[in-house]
């Protein structure tokens, strides 16, 4: 029996999710890219939850939670350790008065339907972002001048250790699409603090923004979004067009020529092909504007450097 299978058996014991094993992480990203993860799991609960944390933290096993996927580049080699998908598990929303609390399981659009509903407006601003709650707060996610923190009342978090922990929103620290929450914690849910809104109104507005990504955004190709952070008082976008980028091509990565921030998947691209692409990028906009781009995309089971 190889290392791998008693380690599921092992692993097995102490949960009662869905496990799985060399699971492609393909299936789990936007970007349709990534090798296997060695184990895929899905907890049943919460106590579910801190029963893979604790045995991750006991047996010094790599750890990630994996969101909607949107926003990643995972390696064509996968995962080593432990995924967790939590959007099976923690999928709840209710209300009371202008607070709404929610699962990190939940999905972005489905929070704005819930609120549009009943009135409750703040996160219009939010429409579009392919986003599960938790990887909405972990990163700060926001659009069109507004970001999800702006309205945020508290945060409950698993720590490493599968201990609970209450966060306030005046003890978090958030900046542009970065927070200060701990890289090893897992969001569990949120109160977000909202305020009374026309359903009408609500839902007019998000549809102007949505026509607004429709149009500059290339959403019929795979992608991850927006690869590279906004650099201070310009646009990634534009530095990368002026730089001579759109619609270069690296293999099946190709640089939109829709919006120049953006890398698509025209047909069976590599993780290879899109970090290197990213590299070509860089270089060409440092050597143009001499600014350095720096990473929107977050890349999943890369050998650091």
């Given at each position: 029996m190889d290392e791998q299978t008693k380690q599921f058996q092992r692993?097995?014991?102490?949960?009662?999710?869905?496990?799985?094993?060399?699971?492609?992480?393909?299936?789990?990203?936007?970007?349709?890219?990534?090798?296997?993860?060695?184990?895929?799991?899905?907890?049943?609960?919460?106590?579910?939850?801190?029963?893979?944390?604790?045995y991750c933290q006991r047996e010094d096993v790599a750890q990630f939670?994996?969101?909607?996927?949107?926003?990643?580049?995972?390696?064509?080699?996968?995962?080593?350790?432990?995924?967790?998908?939590?959007?099976?598990?923690?999928?709840?929303?209710?209300?009371?008065?202008?607070?709404?609390?929610?699962?990190?399981?939940?999905?972005?659009?489905?929070?704005?339907?819930?609120?549009?509903?009943?009135?409750?407006?703040?996160?219009?601003?939010?429409?579009?972002?392919?986003?599960?709650?938790?990887?909405?707060?972990?990163?700060?996610?926001?659009?069109?001048?507004?970001?999800?923190?702006?309205?945020?009342?508290?945060?409950?978090?698993?720590?490493?250790?599968?201990?609970?922990?209450?966060?306030?929103?005046?003890?978090?620290t958030a900046g542009y699409r970065e927070t200060d929450l701990p890289?090893?914690?897992?969001?569990?849910?949120?109160?977000?603090?909202?305020?009374?809104?026309?359903?009408?109104?609500?839902?007019?507005?998000?549809?102007?923004?949505?026509?607004?990504?429709?149009?500059?955004?290339?959403?019929?190709?795979?992608?991850?979004?927006?690869?590279?952070?906004?650099?201070?008082?310009?646009?990634?976008?534009?530095?990368?067009?002026?730089?001579?980028?759109?619609?270069?091509?690296?293999?099946?990565?190709?640089?939109?020529?829709?919006?120049?921030?953006?890398?698509?998947?025209?047909?069976?691209?590599?993780?290879?092909?899109?970090?290197?692409?990213?590299?070509?990028?860089?270089?060409?906009?440092?050597?143009?504007?001499?600014?350095?781009?720096?990473?929107?995309?977050?890349?999943?089971?890369?050998?650091?450097?």
């Amino acid at each position: 029996m190889d290392e791998q299978t008693k380690q599921f058996q092992r692993i097995r014991q102490v949960v009662r999710g869905k496990l799985l094993v060399d699971e492609p992480l393909s299936k789990h990203t936007y970007f349709r890219i990534g090798g296997p993860a060695d184990y895929y799991f899905c907890p049943k609960d919460l106590e579910d939850l801190s029963a893979i944390v604790d045995y991750c933290q006991r047996e010094d096993v790599a750890q990630f939670i994996i969101g909607n996927g949107s926003n990643l580049l995972v390696s064509d080699e996968g995962y080593r350790g432990v995924v967790i998908d939590l959007s099976e598990t923690f999928t709840h929303i209710h209300s009371k008065g202008y607070v709404v609390t929610v699962g990190a399981g939940v999905q972005l659009k489905t929070l704005l339907h819930y609120c549009t509903e009943r009135g409750l407006s703040g996160l219009e601003h939010l429409v579009g972002i392919p986003a599960q709650i938790g990887g909405a707060l972990n990163l700060n996610a926001g659009a069109y001048g507004g970001e999800i923190y702006q309205h945020v009342q508290s945060i409950h978090l698993l720590d490493k250790y599968a201990t609970l922990e209450l966060r306030k929103r005046e003890d978090i620290t958030a900046g542009y699409r970065e927070t200060d929450l701990p890289s090893d914690s897992i969001v569990i849910e949120a109160q977000f603090l909202l305020a009374e809104g026309n359903p009408k109104e609500m839902e007019a507005l998000q549809e102007m923004h949505m026509k607004e990504r429709r149009d500059k955004q290339p959403l019929s190709l795979p992608s991850a979004g927006s690869v590279f952070k906004r650099p201070p008082g310009d646009y990634a976008g534009r530095l990368i067009e002026e730089a001579g980028c759109k619609g270069f091509r690296i293999g099946d990565a190709m640089v939109s020529k829709k919006h120049a921030n953006f890398i698509v998947n025209c047909h069976l691209a590599s993780a290879r092909d899109v970090l290197r692409l990213i590299d070509e990028i860089k270089q060409r906009v440092f050597n143009r504007f001499d600014i350095m781009l720096e990473l929107e995309i977050h890349l999943i089971g890369f050998k650091e450097k």
